[in-house]
């Protein structure tokens, strides 16, 4: 699996990388311990553009030791978000901060379903999927079609450190809704895209939403 930390990258993995570049720092997990002074490492000298982390148990199992402790370093976060198309073939974009990006938000308590799923569950992920879209969009109409693969990312607020998953859903919509965008989250434009316009959104997002779309749009 792959973390972004703005454009540098963090990869699990449980072979070593035979040509392992100069941009590339290299661990073998032993323990939580050294696992953390290398992501320090990471952190403070910005020429590691990727930090490879190989553990022999992570190609057995996704939760691994690694991963486990690797978790521990920051609060853990969970969003849900879609990319949504409609009728004429065209993508939902919203623009933030100076860049492109697809709904997504936090899930959040009013997400779980009255029966108490968990927060993972994936009920929980398509509510809050749902309610982020309209809520950024201003669309009322948008229906789930299936789950895509996730993404995650690494941000910082202040002195804290925020590991967050996204969980992405294939959605589409009505064009004929009027669209609004959520200017109190720093939103001020919602665009329908068509597919030949999204290679000059790719220049203008996020490494980890560029993957996404790259991987299922293309």
Request: aromatic residues 12%; neutral net charge.
């Amino acid at each position: 699996m792959k973390i972004y930390l703005k454009d540098r990258t963090i990869t699990f993995t449980g072979n070593k990388p035979e040509c392992p570049a100069i941009t590339d720092l290299v661990v073998e997990f032993r323990s939580a311990g050294e696992l953390q002074s290398a992501w320090e490492d990471f952190k403070r000298f910005e020429k590691f553009l990727n930090f490879i982390i190989i553990d022999p148990e992570y190609s057995k199992q996704k939760s691994a030791g690694s991963f486990k402790s690797f978790v521990t370093f920051f609060t853990f976060l969970q969003a849900a978000g879609g990319i949504v198309k409609n009728e004429n073939g065209e993508f939902l974009f919203i623009h933030r901060f100076g860049l492109w990006d697809l709904p997504k938000g936090k899930i959040d308590k009013k997400d779980i379903p009255g029966n108490g799923c968990s927060i993972s569950d994936s009920q929980t992920a398509r509510a809050a999927a749902i309610r982020e879209v309209k809520e950024e969009t201003g669309i009322q109409t948008v229906v789930i079609m299936r789950e895509l693969p996730s993404t995650w990312h690494i941000y910082t607020t202040g002195e804290r450190w925020f590991l967050k998953k996204t969980r992405w859903f294939d959605m589409e919509a009505d064009s004929g809704q009027t669209l609004k965008p959520q200017t109190s989250e720093g939103i001020f434009l919602v665009k329908w895209t068509p597919p030949n316009a999204i290679h000059c959104i790719l220049s203008h997002t996020y490494a980890s939403i560029r993957e996404l779309l790259v991987e299922v749009i293309f």
